[in-house]
């Protein structure tokens, strides 16, 4: 029980399984920000296997800009979904494949090796984040989203079905217990 004057326990996410049926990989629309190792990585596995990444254009990686950060970011292209939220443009990263998925991921897969060895942190963790100190649980309100702008753009995960808090779904480590496993090795 709470008494008077002790912090209220901290609501924990609860999260839907991913179903790239049911979102259409929107977590894809904006592509991906990339770790400077991870920009040698691409090139190198772009480079050596241009019969999977044949869908490539030649700046697949360009100089991305987000709320004044800059970095280094995988291109977009145009696609139209069947829903999406508003504030999200109908845009998606050049390394989908034409069903939603990933070709960094489908590399890795095919090759037997594990499938996230090519793909980027921030993708294959989302919707969780980290930071200097560690994992960070993703956000259960619009308000606590980092990507909330206010109106003109309230909010990225909270916004997306994997990463929007659902009363019935399982609470966040246990949705998300591959990837809080793979981040802790
Ligand atoms: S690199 Fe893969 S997972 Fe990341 S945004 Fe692009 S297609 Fe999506």
Redesign the pocket.
Known sequence: MTTAGEAKPRKHTKLYYCDINVCE?I??SD??FLLDEEVRLIHKVVKKHPEHFAMLPKDYIIAGEWEGETGPQ?NTRKHVYRDKPEHFKNTR?V??EADGK?S??TLAVKQGVHKWKY??MG?WLFPLSSDEVGLVPPPRTRREDPNNLGKRYPGFSTSTPCGKHAEKGKVWWIALKEEVTEYRK
């Open positions: 990989g977590c894809c592509g991906a995988t990263c390394f989908t990933c960094l991921q793909k980027p993708c």
